[in-house]
């Protein structure tokens, strides 16, 4: 695997992908694998609440039972916010790939200064050949867009900064 989460290959994206396949054939809810400075959570639901400390024994967890998703998080916390920057954040519904346009070659979904509905879409996420469309969510102008297209993006991870109507 890759030796920061800020960058993962298609490898590491495939490993992942065979994780979250061999998770979704078992009787396991979660399981955590620490590669490196990659900390991976993979699991059936809604993420797992935070624990103060990391812990490093086992390498598969059990936790509640609800539907299939995947969330991948860094070592060191994710970054958050300026305090002073304006505007409220669309975070990543997913991990996944991050595309901006609906196909290569095509216009972005949105660009900066384009006005937003909660029913706008502003972009795709990719798991396992999946495409996901990402809705706004709310009313406003894009004032900061915060992912490179095409980029690997985790789960809450801010995608857009949205300036409210």
């Keep these: 695997m890759a030796g920061t989460a800020d960058f993962l290959t298609d490898a590491d994206l495939t490993r992942i992908e065979r994780l979250m ?28 609440a935070p624990q103060a400390a990391p812990v490093s024994a086992p390498v ?69 050949k999946t495409f996901t469309s990402v809705p706004a969510g709310v009313s406003g102008r894009i004032v900061e867009i915060l992912v490179a297209d095409e980029a690997v993006v985790e789960y809450g991870q801010p995608l857009f900064r949205v300036e409210k109507a």
């Design 21 to 48: 396949e061999a998770l979704d054939r078992s009787g396991i809810d979660y399981m955590k694998v620490d590669i490196g400075a990659l900390q991976l959570t993979l699991g059936k639901g809604a993420p797992p």
């Design 60 to 128: 598969a967890t059990p936790a509640a039972p609800a539907s299939p998703a995947a969330v991948a998080a860094p070592a060191a916390p994710a970054p958050t916010p300026a305090p002073a920057a304006a505007g409220e954040v669309i975070a990543a519904p997913l991990m996944g790939r991050f595309y901006a346009r609906p196909e290569q070659g095509a216009a972005p979904f949105v660009t900066l200064g384009d006005t937003v509905t909660p029913d706008t879409t502003i972009c795709l996420i990719e798991v396992m």
